[in-house]
């Protein structure tokens, strides 16, 4: 128990940390050339901003939420998402009064109590955008490009976007009544989940991962039949807008989502190369949201995209990454003098930007040499009694074997002049 992390959640270091600081690194540079800023919300929030903004027909609120009595005894829930919490900060900052569109993203830790399987994690990561302020497709194209651009920066092929669009509330109560019609006598063959969710959200039907249910919607009837003319028009142009701009797409009327918000455009980013749980992104627009948790009506569009198996598929694609660690110099060091100098070098060196490292441990001069060779430092010296008196040091190239005589007091220049 104490040597091991709790079940779903996993530690990031090393060789994977290399690669998260690059992942994240092109999210936070694409959010820039977008116009998009950092928002960073509580990781708990009160568990009724959940209820309502979420949705309490969702799985996330009825089985996988974190929920917990605080010392004060409020409810208290570690965020299974992210969306409600921004959408409470820009009501709660008056961000709406701003000129619009607001556009914010976010890198944060989430929480969902789930089974384990693969590409299923209690604790993981998420980068989402969330716009608000605006109804037109623009919008949701402006969001989906930036998912794009992110997997094409990663060079990710073998990601594909598929959207729909679920309409407005009108478009959406003329299709339940269809869908339930269709359903019809096959009621007491769905899934315990699905009998609930006919009742209360028969859209939702179509997202069951059950082979029963799958089997009997196959050919239920497309909600894009069921859109009115202005939904249709708003899911033309954006077609064409992301035609216009390059992106590619599949029309999927079964894309519809496990969240209650969603209103219109649905899209979500999938891949075949990493099992079951294949959704790397999901998202869409949420137009009745924003009123759902107290504030004017707004227009919005966001997406969430997990981390890890966004991970997961560039590893499928390009194989597991090696760690190489590097350093510019190793300053080694004999006897008090040179091992109290050694210290006070390297500092200077790190302050003007050089990777430097010494000996913090008390090795012999030839483990301090082996230690050099595992970190992978280019350079080398070893400050004795007299290199500290003499103002004079010996700089080995590690790769080449070269040796240049040098002066102590000029290393930091010489450095800066070899990796500047
Ligand atoms: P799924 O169908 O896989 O359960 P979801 O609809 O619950 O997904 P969203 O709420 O849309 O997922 O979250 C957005 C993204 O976050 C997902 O597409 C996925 O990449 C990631 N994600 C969701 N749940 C998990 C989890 N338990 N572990 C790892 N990543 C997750
Ligand atoms: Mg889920």
């Avoid at 009506?297 to 990454?321: C, D, M, S, W, Y």
């Avoid at 190489?324 to 210290?343: C, L, M, N, T």
Wanted: hydrophobic residues 35%; charged residues 30%.
């Amino acid at each position: 128990m104490l040597t091991q992390a709790p079940k779903g959640t996993k530690d990031i270091f090393g060789a994977e940390m290399q690669i998260w600081h690059d992942i994240e690194g092109k999210m936070r540079e694409i959010c820039s050339n977008f116009g998009i800023e950092e928002i960073r919300t509580p990781i708990f929030e009160h568990t009724e901003l959940f209820l309502r903004g979420v949705g309490d027909t969702t799985d996330i609120v009825q089985k996988e939420m974190y929920t917990f009595n605080d010392k004060g005894n409020r409810s208290i829930t570690l965020r299974p998402e992210s969306t409600a919490g921004v959408a409470r900060a820009y009501i709660e900052h008056g961000m709406h009064n701003n000129a619009q569109p607001t556009k914010l993203y976010y890198i944060a830790p989430t929480f969902r109590y789930e089974k384990m399987q693969a590409g299923r994690q209690r604790q993981f990561h998420q980068f989402g955008i969330e716009m608000f302020g605006s109804y037109s497709p623009a919008l949701d194209a402006e969001v989906i490009s930036v998912a794009a651009q992110l997997i094409e920066k990663l060079g990710i092929e073998s990601i594909q976007l598929k959207i729909n669009s679920l309409g407005c509330p009108e478009c959406r109560a003329k299709y339940n009544k269809l869908l339930r019609e269709f359903i019809g006598d096959n009621l007491d063959n769905l899934c315990k989940e699905c009998k609930d969710r006919y009742e209360r959200n028969p859209l939702r039907v179509l997202d069951c991962k059950e082979e029963g249910c799958k089997k009997i919607i196959e050919n239920a009837p497309e909600i894009l039949d069921c859109l009115c003319d202005e939904c249709k028009d708003h899911f033309e142009t954006l077609k064409a807008i992301l035609d216009e701009m390059g992106i590619k797409y599949v029309v999927d009327p079964q894309i519809v989502r496990g969240l209650d918000y969603y209103t219109r455009t649905v899209f979500e980013f999938v891949t075949t190369t990493i099992g079951a749980q294949g959704t790397v992104c999901g998202g869409g627009r949420y137009d009745n949201l924003i009123e759902e948790v107290g504030g004017p009506k707004t227009g919005a569009v966001g997406f969430g995209l997990g981390i890890e198996r966004l991970i997961l598929t560039l590893k499928a694609q390009n194989g597991e990454i090696e760690y190489k660690p590097e350093r510019d110099i190793y300053i080694g060091s004999i006897g008090k003098k040179g091992f109290v100098k050694s210290q006070a070098v390297t500092l200077a060196l790190r302050k003007a930007g050089i990777v430097a490292e010494c000996d913090t441990v008390g090795r012999s001069v030839k483990a301090q040499m082996k230690y050099a060779n595992k970190i992978g430092a280019k350079y080398s010296l070893i400050l004795g009694d007299d290199e500290v008196d003499n103002d004079s040091i010996s700089l080995k190239n590690m790769e080449t074997g070269e040796v240049e005589a040098l002066k102590l007091s000029e290393l930091e220049a010489k450095m800066k002049e070899i990796f500047k």
